[in-house]
Protein backbone atom coordinates (compact mmCIF):
# COMPACT_ATOMS: atom_id res chain seq x y z
CA UNK A 1 0.00 0.00 0.00
CA UNK A 2 1.41 3.54 -0.85
CA UNK A 3 1.92 5.90 2.23
CA UNK A 4 -0.95 8.53 3.56
CA UNK A 5 -1.48 11.26 1.42
CA UNK A 6 0.71 14.64 1.98
CA UNK A 7 4.52 12.74 2.52
CA UNK A 8 5.57 14.95 -0.70
CA UNK A 9 4.09 18.60 1.16
CA UNK A 10 7.13 17.63 3.80
CA UNK A 11 10.07 18.53 1.10
CA UNK A 12 8.81 21.88 0.25
CA UNK A 13 9.59 22.47 4.26
CA UNK A 14 13.31 21.58 3.64
CA UNK A 15 13.42 18.84 6.00
CA UNK A 16 16.95 18.26 5.93
CA UNK A 17 19.83 19.41 3.94
CA UNK A 18 23.04 18.36 2.53
CA UNK A 19 26.06 20.10 3.64
CA UNK A 20 26.99 21.92 1.19
CA UNK A 21 30.49 21.98 -0.71
CA UNK A 22 32.26 25.19 -1.44
CA UNK A 23 31.47 24.73 -5.35
CA UNK A 24 27.54 24.22 -4.57
CA UNK A 25 24.67 26.45 -6.06
CA UNK A 26 22.77 27.78 -3.44
CA UNK A 27 20.19 28.40 -6.28
CA UNK A 28 20.01 25.02 -7.40
CA UNK A 29 16.50 22.84 -5.69
CA UNK A 30 14.45 20.47 -6.33
CA UNK A 31 12.08 21.65 -9.23
CA UNK A 32 8.99 21.08 -6.58
CA UNK A 33 10.83 22.52 -3.57
CA UNK A 34 12.25 26.06 -2.41
CA UNK A 35 15.62 26.19 -0.83
CA UNK A 36 15.72 27.78 2.26
CA UNK A 37 19.02 29.14 3.85
CA UNK A 38 18.60 27.25 6.71
CA UNK A 39 20.56 23.98 6.63
CA UNK A 40 18.55 21.93 8.95
CA UNK A 41 19.61 18.45 9.97
CA UNK A 42 18.91 15.10 11.18
CA UNK A 43 18.31 14.34 14.84
CA UNK A 44 19.53 11.41 16.14
CA UNK A 45 17.83 9.31 18.73
CA UNK A 46 21.27 7.99 20.60
CA UNK A 47 19.88 6.81 24.12
CA UNK A 48 23.45 5.57 25.47
CA UNK A 49 23.89 1.91 24.47
CA UNK A 50 26.12 0.56 22.22
CA UNK A 51 27.95 1.78 19.05
CA UNK A 52 25.74 4.40 17.88
CA UNK A 53 29.29 6.33 16.22
CA UNK A 54 29.40 4.21 13.26
CA UNK A 55 25.45 5.34 12.16
CA UNK A 56 26.65 9.17 12.85
CA UNK A 57 29.34 8.29 10.67
CA UNK A 58 26.95 6.89 7.93
CA UNK A 59 25.13 9.93 7.86
CA UNK A 60 27.84 12.38 7.52
CA UNK A 61 29.72 10.11 4.87
CA UNK A 62 26.31 11.21 2.75
CA UNK A 63 26.50 14.46 2.94
CA UNK A 64 24.16 15.47 6.32
CA UNK A 65 24.51 16.87 9.61
CA UNK A 66 23.26 15.85 12.82
CA UNK A 67 21.83 17.20 15.93
CA UNK A 68 21.48 14.63 19.01
CA UNK A 69 18.03 14.57 20.87
CA UNK A 70 18.66 15.13 24.49
CA UNK A 71 15.63 16.12 25.54
CA UNK A 72 11.53 15.23 24.82
CA UNK A 73 10.53 18.40 23.55
CA UNK A 74 13.65 17.98 20.32
CA UNK A 75 11.52 14.67 18.94
CA UNK A 76 8.38 17.11 18.74
CA UNK A 77 10.73 19.95 17.12
CA UNK A 78 12.30 16.89 14.92
CA UNK A 79 11.90 17.07 11.20
CA UNK A 80 13.79 13.87 10.42
CA UNK A 81 14.28 10.89 13.17
CA UNK A 82 16.84 8.30 12.70
CA UNK A 83 16.27 5.74 15.92
CA UNK A 84 19.57 3.12 16.08
CA UNK A 85 18.77 1.05 18.84
CA UNK A 86 21.44 -0.95 20.08
CA UNK A 87 21.60 -3.23 22.71
CA UNK A 88 18.69 -5.26 24.39
CA UNK A 89 14.63 -4.46 24.02
CA UNK A 90 14.46 -3.76 27.61
CA UNK A 91 17.04 -1.69 28.26
CA UNK A 92 15.93 0.35 25.52
CA UNK A 93 12.23 0.62 26.97
CA UNK A 94 13.45 1.67 30.02
CA UNK A 95 15.65 4.51 28.82
CA UNK A 96 13.28 5.52 26.90
CA UNK A 97 10.52 6.15 29.32
CA UNK A 98 13.20 7.56 32.00
CA UNK A 99 14.50 10.12 29.40
CA UNK A 100 10.36 10.98 28.80
CA UNK A 101 10.37 9.93 24.88
CA UNK A 102 7.99 7.50 25.26
CA UNK A 103 4.63 10.22 24.51
CA UNK A 104 7.00 12.55 22.23
CA UNK A 105 7.10 9.51 20.25
CA UNK A 106 3.61 8.84 20.02
CA UNK A 107 3.06 11.84 18.90
CA UNK A 108 6.00 12.13 16.22
CA UNK A 109 4.74 8.90 14.85
CA UNK A 110 1.20 9.12 15.10
CA UNK A 111 -0.19 10.13 11.49
CA UNK A 112 2.94 8.55 9.76
CA UNK A 113 3.91 11.95 8.00
CA UNK A 114 7.11 12.46 9.64
CA UNK A 115 10.58 10.86 8.48
CA UNK A 116 11.42 8.47 10.96
CA UNK A 117 13.86 5.41 10.49
CA UNK A 118 14.63 2.86 12.82
CA UNK A 119 17.43 0.32 13.01
CA UNK A 120 17.54 -2.95 14.87
CA UNK A 121 15.74 -1.66 18.41
CA UNK A 122 14.40 1.29 16.66
CA UNK A 123 12.02 -1.17 14.55
CA UNK A 124 11.40 -3.67 17.35
CA UNK A 125 10.20 -1.31 19.61
CA UNK A 126 7.88 -0.13 17.47
CA UNK A 127 5.97 -2.84 17.83
CA UNK A 128 3.52 -4.03 20.87
CA UNK A 129 5.82 -5.92 22.49
CA UNK A 130 8.51 -8.26 23.25
CA UNK A 131 9.44 -11.39 24.77
CA UNK A 132 12.92 -9.57 25.50
CA UNK A 133 11.28 -8.48 28.58
CA UNK A 134 12.45 -7.87 32.30
CA UNK A 135 12.90 -10.72 34.67
CA UNK A 136 9.83 -12.29 35.87
CA UNK A 137 7.87 -11.16 32.83
CA UNK A 138 6.64 -12.55 29.91
CA UNK A 139 6.56 -9.88 27.44
CA UNK A 140 7.36 -6.03 27.33
CA UNK A 141 5.36 -3.54 26.31
CA UNK A 142 6.45 -0.97 23.04
CA UNK A 143 5.80 2.01 21.15
CA UNK A 144 2.36 0.08 19.54
CA UNK A 145 2.59 1.55 16.44
CA UNK A 146 2.56 -1.70 14.13
CA UNK A 147 0.71 -4.79 15.67
CA UNK A 148 2.39 -7.59 16.45
CA UNK A 149 4.81 -9.07 19.16
CA UNK A 150 8.58 -9.89 19.20
CA UNK A 151 9.30 -13.16 20.08
CA UNK A 152 13.13 -14.86 20.21
CA UNK A 153 14.29 -17.42 17.78
CA UNK A 154 14.36 -21.31 19.19
CA UNK A 155 17.79 -22.09 19.92
CA UNK A 156 16.49 -26.01 19.64
CA UNK A 157 16.51 -25.36 15.85
CA UNK A 158 18.57 -22.87 14.97
CA UNK A 159 22.23 -21.31 15.77
CA UNK A 160 20.94 -18.02 18.21
CA UNK A 161 22.17 -15.17 17.86
CA UNK A 162 21.04 -14.51 13.88
CA UNK A 163 24.59 -13.04 13.09
CA UNK A 164 25.98 -12.51 10.34
CA UNK A 165 24.99 -11.39 6.42
CA UNK A 166 21.51 -12.48 4.70
CA UNK A 167 19.67 -11.83 2.44
CA UNK A 168 15.90 -9.93 1.74
CA UNK A 169 13.00 -10.42 -0.24
CA UNK A 170 10.75 -7.18 -1.14
CA UNK A 171 7.55 -7.02 -0.36
CA UNK A 172 6.88 -3.79 -1.50
CA UNK A 173 8.83 -1.19 -3.92
CA UNK A 174 10.29 1.59 -2.35
CA UNK A 175 12.55 4.41 -3.16
CA UNK A 176 14.25 4.07 -0.11
CA UNK A 177 15.99 1.29 -1.60
CA UNK A 178 16.71 2.62 -4.84
CA UNK A 179 20.73 2.55 -5.11
CA UNK A 180 21.02 -0.77 -3.42
CA UNK A 181 20.64 -3.94 -5.39
CA UNK A 182 18.06 -6.58 -4.73
CA UNK A 183 21.19 -9.10 -4.52
CA UNK A 184 23.52 -7.26 -2.27
CA UNK A 185 23.36 -8.78 0.78
CA UNK A 186 23.41 -6.74 4.28
CA UNK A 187 24.37 -7.20 8.04
CA UNK A 188 22.05 -8.83 10.28
CA UNK A 189 22.87 -9.60 14.44
CA UNK A 190 19.45 -10.10 16.80
CA UNK A 191 17.90 -13.07 18.72
CA UNK A 192 14.24 -12.15 18.09
CA UNK A 193 12.28 -11.32 15.45
CA UNK A 194 8.99 -10.18 14.61
CA UNK A 195 6.96 -12.54 12.14
CA UNK A 196 4.84 -11.32 9.85
CA UNK A 197 0.83 -11.39 10.54
CA UNK A 198 -2.29 -10.60 8.52
CA UNK A 199 -2.13 -7.55 10.70
CA UNK A 200 0.65 -6.22 9.81
CA UNK A 201 1.59 -7.52 6.26
CA UNK A 202 0.93 -3.77 5.03
CA UNK A 203 3.91 -2.71 6.79
CA UNK A 204 6.45 -5.56 5.47
CA UNK A 205 8.34 -3.86 3.32
CA UNK A 206 11.13 -6.62 3.13
CA UNK A 207 10.91 -10.27 4.43
CA UNK A 208 14.18 -12.75 5.55
CA UNK A 209 14.26 -16.32 6.22
CA UNK A 210 16.78 -17.60 8.59
CA UNK A 211 16.19 -21.28 10.33
CA UNK A 212 13.41 -21.98 8.71
CA UNK A 213 11.49 -18.80 9.84
CA UNK A 214 10.53 -15.79 7.84
CA UNK A 215 10.61 -12.87 9.29
CA UNK A 216 10.31 -8.82 8.79
CA UNK A 217 13.41 -7.27 8.01
CA UNK A 218 12.01 -4.14 6.98
CA UNK A 219 8.99 -2.27 7.24
CA UNK A 220 7.50 0.97 5.93
CA UNK A 221 4.19 2.47 6.03
CA UNK A 222 4.33 6.56 4.72
CA UNK A 223 7.24 7.86 5.86
CA UNK A 224 7.51 5.61 9.34
CA UNK A 225 10.64 3.17 8.00
CA UNK A 226 12.66 0.62 9.94
CA UNK A 227 14.68 -1.90 9.54
CA UNK A 228 15.94 -5.13 11.33
CA UNK A 229 19.54 -4.95 10.21
CA UNK A 230 22.17 -2.55 10.44
CA UNK A 231 23.00 -0.74 7.59
CA UNK A 232 25.62 0.99 9.20
CA UNK A 233 27.29 -1.90 9.51
CA UNK A 234 26.44 -3.63 5.92
CA UNK A 235 29.26 -1.96 4.14
CA UNK A 236 28.43 -0.09 1.06
CA UNK A 237 25.12 -1.53 0.49
CA UNK A 238 23.99 -0.15 3.96
CA UNK A 239 25.14 3.07 3.41
CA UNK A 240 23.33 3.11 -0.21
CA UNK A 241 20.24 2.58 2.16
CA UNK A 242 20.54 4.93 4.22
CA UNK A 243 21.21 7.65 1.44
CA UNK A 244 17.98 6.24 -0.24
CA UNK A 245 16.25 6.58 2.93
CA UNK A 246 17.24 10.62 3.49
CA UNK A 247 17.16 11.76 -0.81
CA UNK A 248 13.33 10.30 -0.99
CA UNK A 249 12.61 12.41 2.11
CA UNK A 250 14.68 15.37 0.44
CA UNK A 251 12.23 14.45 -2.63
CA UNK A 252 8.87 13.57 -1.70
CA UNK A 253 9.19 10.60 -2.72
CA UNK A 254 9.75 8.59 0.74
CA UNK A 255 5.93 7.92 1.26
CA UNK A 256 5.20 6.36 -2.27
CA UNK A 257 6.05 2.43 -1.92
CA UNK A 258 3.86 -0.09 -4.10
CA UNK A 259 3.01 -3.54 -3.22
CA UNK A 260 4.26 -6.02 -5.02
CA UNK A 261 3.87 -9.69 -6.11
CA UNK A 262 5.77 -11.98 -3.33
CA UNK A 263 6.96 -15.60 -4.15
CA UNK A 264 7.37 -17.29 -1.10
CA UNK A 265 8.71 -20.22 -2.29
CA UNK A 266 11.72 -18.17 -2.73
CA UNK A 267 14.49 -18.13 0.72
CA UNK A 268 17.39 -15.99 1.69
CA UNK A 269 20.55 -17.38 2.97
CA UNK A 270 22.85 -16.80 5.81
CA UNK A 271 26.04 -16.86 4.23
CA UNK A 272 29.52 -17.75 6.04
CA UNK A 273 31.55 -14.80 6.75
CA UNK A 274 35.35 -14.25 6.20
CA UNK A 275 36.34 -12.63 9.63
CA UNK A 276 40.14 -10.96 9.63
CA UNK A 277 41.80 -10.24 12.92
CA UNK A 278 44.35 -7.77 14.10
CA UNK A 279 46.50 -8.37 16.86
CA UNK A 280 47.97 -5.15 17.53
CA UNK A 281 49.93 -4.36 20.65
CA UNK A 282 53.16 -1.94 21.28
CA UNK A 283 56.15 -2.53 19.65
CA UNK A 284 59.80 -2.14 21.15
CA UNK A 285 59.37 1.86 20.36
CA UNK A 286 56.19 2.11 21.91
CA UNK A 287 54.00 1.94 18.40
CA UNK A 288 50.86 0.70 18.06
CA UNK A 289 51.27 -1.81 15.27
CA UNK A 290 49.54 -4.79 13.57
CA UNK A 291 51.43 -8.20 14.48
CA UNK A 292 51.44 -11.55 14.24
CA UNK A 293 51.81 -15.00 16.55
CA UNK A 294 53.65 -17.85 15.75
CA UNK A 295 52.07 -20.09 18.52
CA UNK A 296 51.35 -16.81 20.10
CA UNK A 297 55.07 -15.63 20.27
CA UNK A 298 54.79 -12.31 18.49
CA UNK A 299 58.58 -11.72 18.08
CA UNK A 300 60.76 -12.16 15.44
CA UNK A 301 62.49 -15.80 15.52
CA UNK A 302 65.01 -17.66 13.53
CA UNK A 303 62.38 -17.99 10.92
CA UNK A 304 62.82 -14.47 9.82
CA UNK A 305 66.74 -14.70 10.75
CA UNK A 306 67.17 -14.20 13.96
CA UNK A 307 70.53 -15.36 15.37
CA UNK A 308 70.41 -15.68 18.68
CA UNK A 309 68.80 -12.83 21.70
CA UNK A 310 65.28 -10.98 21.38
CA UNK A 311 63.74 -10.29 17.89
CA UNK A 312 61.60 -7.46 17.49
CA UNK A 313 58.00 -7.58 17.69
CA UNK A 314 56.70 -8.56 13.92
CA UNK A 315 55.34 -5.42 12.17
CA UNK A 316 53.14 -5.92 9.56
CA UNK A 317 51.39 -2.33 9.04
CA UNK A 318 49.31 -0.07 10.82
CA UNK A 319 45.99 -0.77 12.75
CA UNK A 320 43.64 1.59 10.98
CA UNK A 321 45.34 1.56 7.50
CA UNK A 322 45.40 -2.18 7.49
CA UNK A 323 41.55 -2.55 8.87
CA UNK A 324 40.77 0.00 5.77
CA UNK A 325 42.19 -2.25 3.14
CA UNK A 326 40.11 -5.55 4.52
CA UNK A 327 37.24 -3.21 4.20
CA UNK A 328 37.56 -2.51 0.75
CA UNK A 329 39.00 -5.76 -0.29
CA UNK A 330 35.75 -7.25 0.90
CA UNK A 331 36.45 -8.42 5.08
CA UNK A 332 33.28 -9.61 6.50
CA UNK A 333 33.70 -8.31 9.72
CA UNK A 334 36.90 -6.61 11.71
CA UNK A 335 38.24 -7.67 15.22
CA UNK A 336 40.83 -5.83 17.01
CA UNK A 337 42.92 -7.85 19.26
CA UNK A 338 44.87 -5.53 21.77
CA UNK A 339 47.39 -8.06 23.20
CA UNK A 340 48.91 -6.49 25.44
CA UNK A 341 46.21 -4.69 27.39
CA UNK A 342 46.36 -7.11 30.29
CA UNK A 343 48.98 -4.98 31.54
CA UNK A 344 47.18 -1.81 31.76
CA UNK A 345 43.36 -1.02 32.45
CA UNK A 346 41.42 0.42 29.05
CA UNK A 347 40.46 3.89 30.28
CA UNK A 348 44.46 4.57 29.98
CA UNK A 349 44.64 2.69 26.88
CA UNK A 350 43.56 5.84 25.10
CA UNK A 351 45.36 4.91 21.36
CA UNK A 352 43.11 1.56 20.89
CA UNK A 353 40.27 4.03 21.55
CA UNK A 354 41.44 6.19 19.51
CA UNK A 355 42.28 3.33 16.52
CA UNK A 356 38.74 2.53 17.29
CA UNK A 357 37.30 5.92 16.46
CA UNK A 358 39.41 6.28 13.09
CA UNK A 359 38.83 3.06 12.14
CA UNK A 360 34.93 3.34 12.45
CA UNK A 361 34.96 7.11 10.33
CA UNK A 362 35.31 4.88 6.94
CA UNK A 363 34.44 1.41 7.76
CA UNK A 364 30.96 0.23 7.68
CA UNK A 365 31.39 -3.59 8.60
CA UNK A 366 31.01 -4.68 12.48
CA UNK A 367 34.40 -3.86 14.45
CA UNK A 368 34.97 -6.89 17.48
CA UNK A 369 37.40 -5.83 20.16
CA UNK A 370 39.37 -7.74 22.27
CA UNK A 371 41.80 -7.13 25.38
CA UNK A 372 41.45 -5.96 28.49
CA UNK A 373 37.46 -6.47 29.07
CA UNK A 374 37.51 -6.93 32.95
CA UNK A 375 37.05 -5.42 36.34
CA UNK A 376 40.02 -3.54 37.33
CA UNK A 377 41.49 -1.06 39.67
CA UNK A 378 43.55 1.97 38.64
CA UNK A 379 46.60 1.48 40.93
CA UNK A 380 47.22 5.10 41.25
CA UNK A 381 44.13 6.46 41.92
CA UNK A 382 42.16 3.50 43.70
CA UNK A 383 39.00 3.65 41.64
CA UNK A 384 37.64 0.45 40.80
CA UNK A 385 36.01 -0.02 37.07
CA UNK A 386 33.91 -2.74 36.67
CA UNK A 387 33.66 -4.26 33.42
CA UNK A 388 30.83 -2.96 31.87
CA UNK A 389 32.11 0.38 32.28
CA UNK A 390 35.55 -0.56 30.41
CA UNK A 391 32.84 -2.31 27.77
CA UNK A 392 30.82 1.40 27.32
CA UNK A 393 34.20 2.87 26.70
CA UNK A 394 34.80 0.30 24.24
CA UNK A 395 31.55 0.86 22.48
CA UNK A 396 31.13 4.18 22.75
CA UNK A 397 34.46 4.26 20.61
CA UNK A 398 33.41 2.64 17.60
CA UNK A 399 32.89 -1.26 18.96
CA UNK A 400 30.00 -3.17 17.76
CA UNK A 401 31.31 -6.28 20.15
CA UNK A 402 33.74 -6.72 22.76
CA UNK A 403 35.45 -10.27 23.17
CA UNK A 404 36.14 -11.72 26.76
CA UNK A 405 39.36 -13.72 27.05
CA UNK A 406 40.86 -14.81 30.60
CA UNK A 407 37.96 -13.56 32.55
CA UNK A 408 35.57 -15.98 30.41
CA UNK A 409 37.92 -18.61 31.64
CA UNK A 410 37.59 -17.47 35.49
CA UNK A 411 33.84 -16.97 35.26
CA UNK A 412 33.84 -20.95 33.81
CA UNK A 413 35.83 -21.85 36.36
CA UNK A 414 33.50 -20.48 39.09
CA UNK A 415 30.21 -21.65 37.24
CA UNK A 416 31.19 -24.93 37.40
CA UNK A 417 32.10 -25.16 40.57
CA UNK A 418 29.09 -23.68 41.62
CA UNK A 419 26.98 -26.11 39.89
CA UNK A 420 25.65 -23.69 37.37
CA UNK A 421 24.73 -21.14 39.72
CA UNK A 422 24.74 -17.55 37.94
CA UNK A 423 25.90 -14.18 40.42
CA UNK A 424 24.54 -11.68 37.83
CA UNK A 425 27.97 -10.12 38.42
CA UNK A 426 30.11 -11.93 35.80
CA UNK A 427 31.67 -9.42 33.27
CA UNK A 428 29.27 -11.58 30.56
CA UNK A 429 26.55 -11.74 32.62
CA UNK A 430 26.03 -7.49 33.06
CA UNK A 431 27.67 -6.42 29.52
CA UNK A 432 25.18 -8.84 28.16
CA UNK A 433 22.22 -7.85 30.22
CA UNK A 434 22.94 -4.26 29.28
CA UNK A 435 24.20 -4.77 25.58
CA UNK A 436 22.22 -8.20 24.64
CA UNK A 437 24.24 -11.23 23.67
CA UNK A 438 24.63 -10.61 20.82
CA UNK A 439 27.27 -7.44 21.45
CA UNK A 440 29.69 -10.47 23.64
CA UNK A 441 32.08 -12.82 22.27
CA UNK A 442 34.39 -14.96 24.00
CA UNK A 443 37.62 -16.08 23.13
CA UNK A 444 39.01 -19.20 24.00
CA UNK A 445 43.13 -20.08 23.68
CA UNK A 446 43.39 -24.01 23.93
CA UNK A 447 46.19 -26.05 23.79
CA UNK A 448 45.99 -29.84 23.20
CA UNK A 449 46.95 -32.48 26.00
CA UNK A 450 48.06 -35.30 24.09
CA UNK A 451 46.59 -38.83 24.88
CA UNK A 452 47.30 -42.11 24.59
CA UNK A 453 43.63 -43.36 24.47
CA UNK A 454 40.77 -41.86 25.60
CA UNK A 455 40.94 -43.89 28.97
CA UNK A 456 43.77 -42.06 29.78
CA UNK A 457 41.69 -38.85 30.89
CA UNK A 458 40.52 -39.11 34.42
CA UNK A 459 38.42 -35.66 34.58
CA UNK A 460 34.97 -36.17 34.11
CA UNK A 461 35.22 -32.13 32.98
CA UNK A 462 37.47 -32.63 30.11
CA UNK A 463 35.82 -33.67 26.96
CA UNK A 464 38.41 -35.77 25.02
CA UNK A 465 38.37 -35.71 21.32
CA UNK A 466 39.93 -38.47 17.90
CA UNK A 467 42.30 -36.43 15.85
CA UNK A 468 41.87 -37.02 12.31
CA UNK A 469 44.68 -38.95 10.90
CA UNK A 470 46.19 -35.50 9.10
CA UNK A 471 45.91 -33.35 12.04
CA UNK A 472 47.46 -35.53 14.46
CA UNK A 473 49.65 -34.59 17.38
CA UNK A 474 53.70 -34.62 16.71
CA UNK A 475 53.98 -38.23 17.54
CA UNK A 476 50.97 -39.20 15.71
CA UNK A 477 48.39 -38.98 18.83
CA UNK A 478 45.13 -39.58 17.89
CA UNK A 479 43.11 -38.27 21.18
CA UNK A 480 43.50 -34.90 23.15
CA UNK A 481 41.49 -32.41 25.07
CA UNK A 482 41.98 -28.90 25.02
CA UNK A 483 43.28 -26.99 27.89
CA UNK A 484 42.55 -23.60 28.36
CA UNK A 485 44.69 -20.93 29.17
CA UNK A 486 44.50 -17.23 30.14
CA UNK A 487 47.02 -14.43 29.84
CA UNK A 488 47.73 -14.90 26.21
CA UNK A 489 48.63 -18.07 26.48
CA UNK A 490 50.93 -17.59 29.18
CA UNK A 491 49.25 -19.33 31.67
CA UNK A 492 47.05 -22.98 31.80
CA UNK A 493 44.30 -24.00 33.66
CA UNK A 494 42.58 -27.11 34.36
CA UNK A 495 39.75 -26.77 32.43
CA UNK A 496 38.70 -27.40 28.81
CA UNK A 497 37.45 -25.79 25.91
CA UNK A 498 34.00 -27.33 25.69
CA UNK A 499 33.31 -26.98 29.17
CA UNK A 500 34.17 -23.10 29.07
CA UNK A 501 31.91 -22.63 25.75
CA UNK A 502 28.75 -23.96 27.59
CA UNK A 503 29.82 -21.92 30.58
CA UNK A 504 29.92 -18.80 29.06
CA UNK A 505 26.95 -19.65 26.37
CA UNK A 506 24.93 -20.07 29.48
CA UNK A 507 25.89 -16.67 31.15
CA UNK A 508 25.04 -14.70 28.12
CA UNK A 509 27.64 -14.84 25.59
CA UNK A 510 26.64 -14.88 22.19
CA UNK A 511 29.44 -15.79 19.65
CA UNK A 512 32.33 -17.90 20.32
CA UNK A 513 36.11 -16.53 18.74
CA UNK A 514 37.72 -20.31 18.93
CA UNK A 515 41.64 -20.60 18.88
CA UNK A 516 44.03 -23.38 19.06
CA UNK A 517 47.76 -22.16 20.29
CA UNK A 518 48.87 -25.76 18.64
CA UNK A 519 47.73 -24.24 15.11
CA UNK A 520 48.62 -20.78 15.28
CA UNK A 521 50.94 -19.52 12.32
CA UNK A 522 51.32 -22.87 11.33
CA UNK A 523 49.24 -21.89 8.04
CA UNK A 524 48.24 -26.13 8.13
CA UNK A 525 44.39 -25.04 8.18
CA UNK A 526 42.12 -24.98 11.16
CA UNK A 527 41.80 -27.51 14.11
CA UNK A 528 38.64 -29.19 12.91
CA UNK A 529 38.11 -31.48 15.82
CA UNK A 530 38.06 -28.50 18.25
CA UNK A 531 35.96 -26.37 16.07
CA UNK A 532 33.85 -29.65 15.95
CA UNK A 533 33.71 -30.65 19.31
CA UNK A 534 32.60 -26.58 20.36
CA UNK A 535 30.11 -26.05 17.74
CA UNK A 536 28.12 -29.30 18.31
CA UNK A 537 27.97 -28.07 21.87
CA UNK A 538 26.58 -24.71 21.77
CA UNK A 539 23.82 -23.22 20.42
CA UNK A 540 25.21 -19.78 19.74
CA UNK A 541 27.70 -18.99 16.27
CA UNK A 542 30.90 -19.81 16.50
CA UNK A 543 34.09 -18.46 14.59
CA UNK A 544 36.95 -20.59 13.68
CA UNK A 545 40.58 -19.18 14.14
CA UNK A 546 44.44 -19.93 14.14
CA UNK A 547 45.51 -22.55 11.29
CA UNK A 548 44.46 -20.58 7.83
CA UNK A 549 47.21 -20.70 5.38
CA UNK A 550 45.07 -21.10 2.00
CA UNK A 551 41.19 -20.53 0.30
CA UNK A 552 41.20 -24.35 0.69
CA UNK A 553 41.43 -24.31 4.72
CA UNK A 554 38.31 -22.11 4.40
CA UNK A 555 36.07 -24.86 2.62
CA UNK A 556 37.81 -27.45 5.05
CA UNK A 557 36.25 -26.17 7.61
CA UNK A 558 33.05 -24.75 6.88
CA UNK A 559 32.32 -28.25 5.05
CA UNK A 560 33.91 -30.46 8.10
CA UNK A 561 31.92 -28.21 11.43
CA UNK A 562 29.18 -26.51 12.19
CA UNK A 563 30.75 -22.91 12.74
CA UNK A 564 29.50 -20.07 10.93
CA UNK A 565 32.71 -18.17 10.05
CA UNK A 566 36.17 -18.23 9.93
CA UNK A 567 39.28 -15.83 10.66
CA UNK A 568 42.36 -15.61 9.58
CA UNK A 569 45.43 -12.59 10.10
CA UNK A 570 48.56 -13.31 8.80
CA UNK A 571 47.78 -14.76 5.25
CA UNK A 572 45.67 -11.64 4.46
CA UNK A 573 48.66 -8.96 6.17
CA UNK A 574 51.14 -10.62 4.05
CA UNK A 575 48.87 -10.65 0.74
CA UNK A 576 49.32 -14.08 0.24
CA UNK A 577 45.85 -14.70 -0.47
CA UNK A 578 42.91 -12.06 -1.12
CA UNK A 579 39.84 -12.08 0.76
CA UNK A 580 37.71 -11.91 -2.59
CA UNK A 581 39.97 -15.12 -3.87
CA UNK A 582 38.97 -16.86 -0.67
CA UNK A 583 35.23 -16.22 -1.43
CA UNK A 584 35.57 -16.80 -4.73
CA UNK A 585 36.63 -20.46 -3.79
CA UNK A 586 33.82 -20.94 -1.62
CA UNK A 587 31.27 -19.87 -4.04
CA UNK A 588 32.66 -22.26 -6.45
CA UNK A 589 32.33 -25.06 -3.88
CA UNK A 590 29.01 -24.43 -2.72
CA UNK A 591 29.55 -22.45 0.21
CA UNK A 592 27.86 -19.28 0.28
CA UNK A 593 29.65 -16.23 0.76
CA UNK A 594 28.87 -11.97 1.06
CA UNK A 595 27.54 -9.99 -2.32
CA UNK A 596 28.16 -6.89 -1.90
CA UNK A 597 28.69 -3.59 -3.70
CA UNK A 598 31.84 -2.39 -5.09
CA UNK A 599 30.96 1.05 -5.86
Request: aromatic share 8%.
Amino acid sequence: MSGPRGISNIVCQSLITKRRKKDDDPRKSSENCRETNIIQIVSLLDYGAGNVRSVRNAIIANGYEIEDITTPSQIDNAKVIIFPGVGSYRSAMAVLEEKGYVEPLHRYLKDGLRPYLGICLGMQTLFESSEEAPDGEKTMEGLGVIPGNVVKFDEKEMTVPHIGWNGRIHHQDSPIFQYVNEKEDVYFVHSYYAPITEENKEWTLTSTNYGGKRFISSVQKGAIVACQFHPEKSGKTGLNFVKGFLESVENGTIGNPKPLEVDLSKETQLVKRVVVALDVRQNDHGDLVVTKGDQYDVRENEKEGVVEGKGGVRNLGKPVALARRYYNEGADEIAFLNITSFRQGVLEDMPMLQVLQEASRNIFVPLTVGGGIRSYTDPDTGKTWDALEVASRYFRAGADKISIGSDTVVAAEAFVASGGVKTGKTSIETISHHYGAQAVVISIDPKRVYLEKKEDCTNPNHVVVELEENQAGPNGDRFCWYQCTVRGGREARDICAVTVAKAAEALGAGEIMLNCIDMDGQCNGFDHALMKAVSESVTIPVIASSGAGNEQHFVDVFTATHVQAALAAGMFHRKEIEIEAVKQHMTKNGIPSRTWSHN
